[in-house]
């Protein structure tokens, strides 16, 4: 069974830190790797996807790698802004049909 | 990006009422709805898979006769709870893709608040 578990749990930085998310996933055998973001009482906001056969991918401020065989994936926020703060999640898809299991989430406070 | 939307966005009940809630893809077809449910500072649970015109896969330990899905179409999928009690109280997310093993989007989520 896939287990997919963020660490830390919470993290508070000063504005302009860069940002530096974790997420390890047991079973090596993805599809594809999803990180999200959830404000407070909101949906989820795709940020980036990262197919099982690439290293990492960018968008603006945002950086996600890949290393499948470690089961890991880290996501980077450069020059964090208070407008950052926010919930960020990180879900893959099993080889086996289109099911997301997500981690438990890491959240974020960016302090002015 | 595509939009998934929900509605209603939040509801109020008594015990023993049914609610239902709206999935829906406003600008592609989603061969694949997916619902979840969402506790206070918990991350997402899967409930069911639902694929358009075929009965919905419920994961291990919902409840098909509580949680009723019906994916009547390529665009809309409906989660009803029957029989609402308030251990039912959650924020209900869904998702849609497509098709294939691709990028999930997400609905804006319903709150239901059962009294």
């Known amino acids: 069974k896939q287990e997919v578990t963020q660490i830390p749990a919470a993290l508070s930085v000063p504005e302009g830190e860069n940002l530096v998310l974790n997420c390890s996933f047991t079973?090596?055998?993805?599809?594809?790797l999803q990180w999200f973001r959830q404000d407070p009482g909101k949906g989820l906001t795709s940020l980036l996807l990262?197919?099982?056969?690439?290293r990492e991918q960018t968008s603006g401020r945002l950086n996600a790698s890949l290393d499948k065989s470690s089961g890991r994936s880290t996501l980077y926020i450069a020059a964090s802004q208070p407008g950052d703060s926010a919930t960020y999640l990180c879900?893959?898809?099993?080889?086996?049909?289109?099911?997301?299991?997500f981690g438990g989430g890491t959240r974020v406070l960016v302090k002015p | 990006g595509a939009v998934v939307s929900q509605h209603p966005s939040r509801v109020i009940c008594k015990s023993g009422t049914s609610v239902k809630i709206e999935c829906r893809s406003l600008?592609?077809?989603?061969?694949?709805m997916f619902w979840y449910r969402q506790f206070p500072k918990q991350s997402l649970m899967l409930m069911a898979t639902s694929n358009e015109g075929s009965k919905a896969t419920y994961e291990q330990g919902v409840e098909k006769d509580k949680f009723l899905i019906n994916h009547a179409s390529l665009t809309l999928s409906t989660l009803t709870v029957t029989s609402a009690h308030p251990e039912d109280s959650s924020f209900y997310i869904c998702?849609?893709?497509?098709?294939?093993?691709?990028?999930?989007?997400f609905g804006p989520g319903t709150r239901l608040t059962v009294l």
């Open positions: 600008d592609f077809q989603a061969t694949t």
């Open positions: 079973d090596s055998a993805i599809y594809n």
């Open positions: 998702s849609a893709i497509a098709g294939g093993p691709a990028e999930q989007f």
């Open positions: 990262i197919q099982s056969s690439q």
């Open positions: 879900a893959v898809t099993r080889a086996a049909g289109n099911k997301l299991t």
